[in-house]
């Protein structure tokens, strides 16, 4: 028998999705301790490896769990091919985002809990992350900016998803067996949720992380990638101000270490020299990068 955080590390999904998928679509039924903590057997691994599969090929969250289910009562356990399912509301669907902000402006921690738990069991991390996190996230900014919420507000939304990145990261961490790659933010830099969440993409695709996190000098990465013989180095430059430090690293790193490639990401990653540019979509950016490391 596994405790969650077990059979989050052993399925690759994170906690608080496997709460969702067994409150919302009934995929498991967890016995429980004395003390009321859940405890999964071998079955259930499976049922959440099978769903965790469908989603990741397209399937929705509802209808993969329907798909295991079925399976499971007809005997039959093998994961089928994924079909076109119905697809995640598009983009211009903002009613998720509204009350992510709402809650934010309530300070209602269980509230904006709920809101992430909602779409992180949706889809993929990566078709939650680039279709709707990270433009919820512009629009948390937005609002704080325009006085609709509070800094404090700000932050509440922004550690609630740290902690999801934090747990989806360590849930992947079986899956680190490829190239290692340092990953965080130049000296000053502080906004670090874009890059977390690359992190923990990275690490989905099978690469071996070593994720920094903000603020970091150059003489520290550069450490680093020493002692971790890294064969990449990733940093992301999210506002304009960033761009003294980040070239900064950059130059810091082709001295110190002139056969390790440079990555580059965020808002302002064109106006980077001596680094290769990931792009803005994050999924497709780690699948990229382990491509490009493989």
């Given at each position: 028998m596994y405790t969650i955080k077990r059979a989050a590390e052993l399925t690759g999904v994170p906690a608080a999705t496997l709460r969702a998928w067994e409150r919302r679509y009934d995929l498991v039924e967890p016995s429980r301790t004395d003390?009321?903590?859940?405890?999964?057997?071998?079955?259930?691994?499976?049922?959440?490896?099978?769903?965790?599969?469908?989603?990741?090929?397209g399937w929705s969250a509802s209808t993969a769990a329907a798909e295991v289910n079925r399976q499971r009562e007809v005997g039959d356990t093998t994961v089928r091919e994924a079909t076109p399912s119905p697809p995640p509301p598009p983009p211009g669907d903002r009613a998720p985002t509204t009350r992510l902000v709402e809650a934010a402006a309530e300070m209602d921690p269980a509230a904006v809990a709920a809101v992430l738990d909602e779409r992180f069991a949706l889809t993929s991390f990566e078709s939650v992350v680039d279709d709707w996190l990270m433009p919820a996230l512009e629009e948390v900014g937005r609002a704080w900016a325009d006085g609709r919420i509070s800094v404090a507000g700000e932050h509440l939304v922004a550690h609630a998803v740290l902690r999801r990145l934090a747990s989806a990261y360590d849930a992947a961490a079986s899956h680190a067996v490829g190239p290692t790659v340092v990953i965080g933010l130049p000296a000053g830099?502080?906004?670090?949720?874009g890059i977390f969440a690359f992190a923990v993409a990275a690490r989905r695709r099978g690469l071996t992380t070593i994720y920094l996190g903000p603020d970091l000098?150059?003489?520290?990465?550069?450490?680093?990638?020493?002692?971790?013989?890294?064969?990449?180095?990733?940093?992301?430059?999210?506002?304009?101000?960033?761009l003294p430090a980040a070239r900064e690293l950059v130059a810091t790193l082709r001295s110190s270490h002139e056969d390790v490639a440079?990555?580059?990401?965020?808002?302002?990653?064109?106006?980077?020299d001596e680094a290769s540019r990931l792009g803005h979509a994050i999924g497709p950016a780690a699948a990229e990068l382990a491509a490009t490391l493989s």
């Open positions: 003390a009321g903590y859940r405890l999964y057997d071998e079955d259930s691994l499976d049922r959440i490896r099978d769903m965790a599969a469908l989603v990741a090929d830099v502080h906004h670090e949720l000098p150059s003489s520290a990465w550069s450490a680093t990638v020493g002692i971790h013989r890294a064969r990449c180095a990733v940093l992301s430059v999210p506002d304009r101000e960033d440079l990555f580059v990401g965020g808002r302002y990653q064109d106006a980077v």
